[in-house]
Structure formats: structure tokens, C-alpha cells
């Protein structure tokens, strides 16, 4: 059992909620690693602005996804993989591809 639980919809605060739905406005959905940093909007925040500023980079979508499987694989990280599997296929990967 993980020792900090992500947060729950009906007793998140208005900043939680703030940034949990504008995770599952993009993503539709929200991962739970995500809702585990809501615990501390500002660790949230601070996340989503790295990641956003990484996507600003040059390269495509397709292949920071590619890459972010080939170090979840390399790292055994199931969870990892398997929300990479879903975004990399958001990123127009084929089922062969995140194989």
C-alpha cells in the first residue's frame, strides 16, 4: 500500500481540483501518480511545468513516448510502461510500435 494516497475527487481542495481537472481535460483521465502529487499542488504543479517545458522541445511526440517506453522496459516499471503504452498510442503510435 502506498504510503501517500492520490487524492480523491470529492475531498480534494479547490486547488487540487483546479489541477486535476485540467489533467483529465487533456488526458481524460487522470493518472494516479498524478493525483498522488496533488497531495502538495505545488509538487503537482511543478511536475506538469517540467513536463509541459520538455514537450516545448524538438522532439515529436511520437518519440519522447518511444523513449519513455525503452527506459520503463529498461527499468522494469510496469507502471511506467503501461501509461507510456496509452500516450505513446495517444501519440499516434501503432500497437507494433509500443511493442
Given at each position: 500500500?502506498?504510503?501517500?494516497?492520490?487524492?480523491?475527487a470529492?475531498t480534494?481542495?479547490p486547488?487540487?481540483?483546479?489541477i486535476?481537472?485540467?489533467?483529465?481535460?487533456?488526458?481524460?483521465m487522470?493518472?494516479?501518480?498524478?493525483s498522488?502529487?496533488?497531495?502538495?499542488?505545488?509538487v503537482?504543479?511543478?511536475?506538469?511545468s517540467?513536463s509541459?517545458?520538455l514537450?516545448a522541445g524538438d522532439?515529436?511526440?511520437?518519440l519522447?513516448?518511444?523513449?519513455?517506453?525503452?527506459?520503463?522496459?529498461?527499468?522494469e516499471?510496469?507502471?511506467?510502461?503501461s501509461?507510456?503504452s496509452?500516450?505513446g498510442q495517444?501519440?499516434?503510435?501503432?500497437?507494433?510500435?509500443v511493442?
Amino acid at each position: 500500500m502506498p504510503r501517500l494516497q492520490p487524492v480523491q475527487a470529492d475531498t480534494a481542495t479547490p486547488q487540487a481540483t483546479k489541477i486535476l481537472d485540467g489533467v483529465r481535460q487533456k488526458l481524460g483521465m487522470v493518472p494516479n501518480m498524478i493525483s498522488t502529487m496533488a497531495q502538495s499542488p505545488a509538487v503537482a504543479n511543478g511536475y506538469l511545468s517540467f513536463s509541459g517545458a520538455l514537450a516545448a522541445g524538438d522532439l515529436s511526440p511520437s518519440l519522447r513516448e518511444q523513449i519513455a517506453l525503452a527506459v520503463g522496459q529498461s527499468n522494469e516499471c510496469n507502471y511506467c510502461v503501461s501509461a507510456h503504452s496509452l500516450l505513446g498510442q495517444k501519440a499516434g503510435l501503432s500497437a507494433d510500435d509500443v511493442l
